[in-house]
C-alpha cells in the first residue's frame, strides 16, 4: 500500500512559480516510476510528467517541457514538480501518481497503482 499527498498549489500571476510536493509513504522502489498528471474543469486527465523513483531519467509533456522539472528526494520520500513561467493554461488539479511497472515514458493516465488527492494550482492572467 502507498499513499501519495500532495500540497503547494495555490493561487500564481502568469509568469510566476510554483513548487508542488508529493509526500510518498508505504513501500516504494527504485523501480517504481513516479507522475504528475493535471485536470481542468471539463477536461479529461492530461499528463505532465514522469521519473523513476531512482531519478534517472525524466518525461515531459510537449505543453510544458522546458518550464516544468520533475524530480525527487528519496530521503525525504518526497517527489517535486518545478513549476515556472507559468500560463493561466496550467490551470487545473495536480495529481500525484506511481506505478510499479513498466517505464517512464507512458503518458496515458490508465494503469496506475494509486493517485493523491490532488492540489489546485491556479494561474490569473
Known amino acids: 500500500q502507498v499513499q501519495l499527498v500532495e500540497s503547494g498549489g495555490g493561487l500564481v500571476q502568469a509568469g510566476g512559480s510554483l513548487r508542488l510536493s508529493c509526500a510518498v509513504s508505504?513501500?516504494?522502489?527504485?523501480?517504481?516510476?513516479m507522475g504528475w498528471f493535471r485536470q481542468a474543469p471539463g477536461k479529461e486527465r492530461e499528463f505532465v510528467a514522469t521519473t523513476s523513483w531512482s531519478g534517472a531519467n525524466s518525461f515531459y509533456a510537449d505543453s510544458v517541457k522546458g518550464r516544468f522539472t520533475i524530480s525527487r528526494d528519496k530521503a525525504k520520500n518526497t517527489l517535486y514538480l518545478q513549476m515556472n513561467s507559468l500560463k493561466p493554461e496550467d490551470t487545473a488539479v495536480y495529481y500525484c501518481?506511481?506505478?510499479?511497472?513498466?517505464?517512464?515514458?507512458?503518458?496515458?493516465?490508465?494503469?496506475?497503482?494509486?493517485w493523491g488527492q490532488g492540489t489546485q494550482v491556479t494561474v490569473s492572467s
Open positions: 501518481t506511481v506505478r510499479s511497472a513498466g517505464g517512464i515514458y507512458y503518458s496515458s493516465s490508465i494503469g496506475w497503482d494509486y
Open positions: 508505504g513501500r516504494i522502489f527504485i523501480s517504481h516510476i
